[in-house]
């Protein structure tokens, strides 16, 4: 099992415990299943019944995609008041999570987000835990364990910070990947 460098990832997903994966999440799905956990999986995602799940099921990991969550914390109040106390782990991956998002979802649910950003052919490049994303919640956090990371500029060098970076390659073992940021942004 991928996990960051301090075991954060893996203390949470243990065996035994009740999984709702809601959104593009193989790794945690091949996770949860090694560990023979129970996973809650709905064909059609509702905010509302997400939230009805995780009461129902005293669920401890939520596996989203940050659209998910943004649809979660907009529904009206009468329909948000679930207990969600059970949760120890929120993995968010497949598109940025901003700042006000991650802001809003540690208020909403205490310190259990986690950033997760990857791809289908290196995994998991970067972990941010709850603590750096409450420290620095616009983080991509950092490589996990067996995980090379080279920010690099237009002409392909290491760069220290990504405000000039155009492409970040990883390597993980077995595979490797790069991705170059469009030049839209």
């Excluded at 009468?78 to 969600?84: A, G, I, L, N, R």
């Excluded at 392909?156 to 839209?184: F, I, K, L, N």
Aim: contains cysteine; neutral net charge.
């Amino acid at each position: 099992m991928c996990s960051d460098s301090s075991g954060s990832w893996a203390r949470h997903v243990k065996q035994g415990r009740q999984c709702l994966v809601k959104g593009g999440a193989d790794s945690a799905e091949c996770d949860s299943l090694a560990m023979g956990n129970t996973m809650v999986l709905r064909r059609k995602f509702s905010p509302a019944e997400c939230l009805a799940d995780i009461e129902r099921t005293k669920a401890s990991v939520l596996v989203v995609v940050p659209v998910m969550l943004q649809c979660m914390l907009k529904l009206p109040a009468k329909e948000c008041k679930h207990d969600t106390s059970s949760l120890r782990l929120i993995a968010a991956s497949g598109s940025a999570i901003g700042a006000p998002l991650v802001k809003k979802v540690l208020k909403e649910f205490g310190p259990v987000l986690f950033n997760l950003y990857g791809s289908t052919e290196v995994s998991w490049v970067s972990i941010a835990t709850p603590a750096e994303l409450q420290d620095h919640p616009d983080t991509a956090g950092r490589a996990p364990a067996g995980t090379q990371l080279e920010v690099l500029d237009e002409d392909g060098h290491q760069v220290d910070g990504a405000s000039s970076a155009t492409e970040c390659c990883s390597r993980a073992t077995p595979a490797s990947a790069r991705t170059r940021r469009s030049s839209a942004g």
